[in-house]
């Protein structure tokens, strides 16, 4: 069921400078810039390219070391690499004045996109991850768990975690999906983004509109520590998704897509 309905959109792909990036498209409109989580790929926003793209431009990208995209050369990299990383990607499809719509360690490079790019018109946050502020022993049971577990593992042992115990089979199935095509050192390397960043640091540098959101029944990133995110931006608001997860936007893709919406327009 996944995999026929992504077949409606392939990938795509960018060389600049000898290095890919991959991406899926849909639609026409003002650009929506959709940026996944540790555990993802632009796949995980396929009810977001299903249902956005008769308004929208929807562009969902693969992070280096995800899907087609290439891993970075450097073993340990920073949000800021994401971010200009997503710059050339933006750069190469001619895009102006975006919507970045992140969820979980998507959000920290989207913040540090903002704080050291232009043309962004909004950011919305999907139960952004903070951060570790450079205590990378906090990633190591991730990281052995990758090791022991593999790709096929962690779709068995932690994709349930991501939703919330009402979730719907085809939501799990999704999240599954994404978990099963992990690559190791992709995967690997955002870990040390999840160590290296510090979404509190990046915030108060972006100034325009912000939107956090988090499921009341997430797990992963709670909502207290939501809330204090959305305090840290100037311009930053927050919105409770009732009964859904970490990874809201399978869970709930009609509110969460009613929701980025709203706040495109």
Known sequence: MIEQRLQCFEPRCVSVGGKALSYREAGDGPALVLLHGIGSSSGSWLFQLEALAPGFRVIAWDAPGYGGSDVFTTLQPQPLDYARALSVLLNALQLRDVVLVAQSLGALMAAAYVRHFSGVAGMLLISPALGYRGAHERIRERLRSLEELGPQGLAEKRAAGMLSPDAAPLALELVQWSYRRIQPEGYRQAA????????????????????????????????????????????GAYRTLPGLGHASQIEGPAEVNEMISRFAC
């Open 192 to 235: 040390y983004c999840l160590a290296n960043g510090n979404l509190r640091e990046d915030a108060p540098y972006c100034r325009g509109r912000v939107l956090v959101a988090c499921g009341s029944a997430d797990t992963v990133t709670p909502e207290p520590g939501c809330r204090e995110i959305a305090a840290a931006f100037p311009n």
